[in-house]
């Protein structure tokens, strides 16, 4: 029957001229005309089923080894103008390294500090803090990612239209704790052993016009450029949380939550356009076990009324961040890629690092990558596995990166004729010129030693809260940034 119909298709010259239909070598057969059809169905049929398969497999492919490298989506275009609001203590040194290691990657131009690490925090953000603005050096600048007081009029002097601003949120319980243990020697915390003995005063001994109150009071209020202060009644509260609400909305197209890092990440990356590979990371600016401590049902509550207007905003884009999970990505391809998130960390902590894991500073290895130590907290640092190829080892060493070390090497790639210079009056320095004042505890590293060599030749040795006026009452730099 194959032979017959091998003939009729043979024959088809003659049925394409017009004149008798193939099926006629059947002798007209009804039984033949139903037998072409069905093998045409099939025909149909395998086509359509390879196809399918192949689409299956390539589906497959970018589902799992493939997102390493490409899985952005083909419809749209990475977002290289991005600013990123620093809050402080919500996982956003992290979020540092991820855009710093992606602006290095694609060479983009990231929009520093005049003063190293800070925007003049706690003032409020001026365009001209920027290196290169004033002197109109850098004509375009892609990130912005520093601790500021966010001021959106001066920010966007700085940053081109088309920028993604995003920023990140705490819980302000977990936030406060970590906050306090940091902050400790600050005025407003210092009088208090523990953070339970600050929060059973009440607010007695605190006061809004105390310096650096805002680490002790709705600072991410502060930070996205609000009054800290309380409200005085539940009405003002109302009030001034909407309007807080309603201009973090209008000025950010995303806002993170902490908690859900990995999942912020997944969000994040499909704002962005960007891989997978590129929101992958390690937890950085962490505190050891040993520091950290858990409150009480009461004072947790305590924590949540004291911090009222920082309760009511991270309320708010807790929900509405899972609200636009449900209304984009759906929670299954959400918690994929979480998945794939987490093992392809797994696979770089083992590839990475020595002990698999975060060590306390002491047994940081190499002194150029541990990281700044403050306050009562012992932030962790990473030791790379020896032995990886050059290559490797440079990934590596980026990702553990902390941020002033990170922040310096930028520095010296985008103004190397000023690190150049920097480097030149090093050799002939002026005494008294650089403040270095970071042991502050026994597990503190001097910053001459947490920091790598060429960014301790280049840049001026400040520790990350000596240009902060918040924490080193006794810097020359943070007399001079207060008054
Ligand atoms: N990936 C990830 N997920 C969840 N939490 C994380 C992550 N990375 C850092 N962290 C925690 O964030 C705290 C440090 O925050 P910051 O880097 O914003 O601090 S700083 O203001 O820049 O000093 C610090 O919190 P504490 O350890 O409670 O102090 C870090 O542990």
């Not at 290289?80 to 402080?88: A, D, G, Q, R, Y």
């Not at 207007?309 to 999970?325: E, K, M, V």
Request: overall charge positive; hydrophobic content about 40%; some cysteine.
């Amino acid at each position: 029957m194959f032979m017959q119909l091998k003939r009729a298709l043979r024959e088809g010259s003659v049925f394409s001229r017009g004149s008798i239909p193939p099926w006629s070598a059947c002798g007209r057969a009804v039984f033949c005309r139903f037998l072409w059809r069905v093998l045409m169905f099939l025909t149909i049929l395998f086509v359509a089923l390879q196809l399918l398969s192949a689409f299956h497999q390539f589906w497959n492919n970018k589902q799992t080894s493939s997102f390493l490298t490409s899985d952005r989506n083909a419809m749209c275009q990475p977002k290289n103008h991005v600013f990123f609001l620093k809050t402080h203590k919500t996982a956003s040194s992290t979020i540092l390294n991820i855009l710093y290691r992606y602006g290095d990657t694609h060479n983009l131009t990231f929009a520093l500090p005049e003063n190293i690490y800070q925007f003049s925090y706690p003032h409020f953000f001026m365009s001209h803090f920027v290196k290169g603005m004033k002197s109109r050096r850098v004509t375009e600048f892609h990130i912005m990612c520093n601790h500021m007081r966010f001021q959106g009029l001066e920010v966007r002097k700085v940053m081109p239209l088309d920028t993604f601003y995003f920023s990140i949120l705490r819980n302000p319980v977990s936030m406060m704790e970590s906050l306090f243990t940091y902050y400790k020697s600050l005025p407003v915390f210092s009088n208090f052993k523990t953070l339970e003995d600050f929060l059973l005063d009440e607010g007695r001994s605190y006061s809004d016009t105390m310096p650096d109150n805002h680490y002790a009071r709705n600072i991410l209020t502060f930070d996205f450029g609000f009054n800290n202060s309380a409200p005085s009644s539940e009405a003002e509260l109302d009030e001034r949380a909407e309007a807080l609400i309603s201009a973090v909305e209008s000025e950010f197209h995303l806002i993170l939550i902490s908690e859900y890092f990995d999942e912020s990440m997944v969000l994040l990356r499909h704002a962005l356009c960007w891989t997978l590979d590129d929101v992958v990371s390690f937890r950085l600016n962490s505190r050891s076990e040993k520091t950290r401590k858990s409150l009480s049902v009461e004072m947790t509550e305590q924590v949540k009324k004291w911090n009222s207007l920082d309760w009511r905003l991270y309320q708010h884009f807790n929900a509405s961040f899972w609200r636009r999970i449900d209304t984009s990505l759906g929670r299954t391809k959400l918690q994929e890629e979480v998945e794939l998130l987490r093992d392809r960390r797994a696979v770089l902590e083992k590839t990475c690092l020595s002990e698999g894991g975060a060590v306390d500073p002491a047994h940081v290895l190499d002194s150029s990558l541990k990281p700044f130590q403050y306050g009562q907290a012992v932030i962790q640092g990473y030791n790379i596995r020896p032995g990886l190829d050059n290559d490797t080892h440079h990934f590596c060493h980026r990702l553990i990166m902390p941020e002033l070390q990170y922040t310096g090497a930028l520095y010296v790639k985008q103004f190397p004729d000023i690190a150049a210079q920097k480097d030149e009056g090093k050799k002939h320095p002026t005494p008294g010129k650089h403040i270095i004042n970071a042991k502050r505890n026994s597990t503190s590293a001097p910053v001459t030693e947490s920091l790598n060599s060429t960014v301790q030749v280049n840049m001026p040795i400040l520790a990350k809260d000596n240009m902060d006026v918040k924490d080193n009452a006794n810097s020359a730099e943070a007399k001079q940034h207060k008054t």
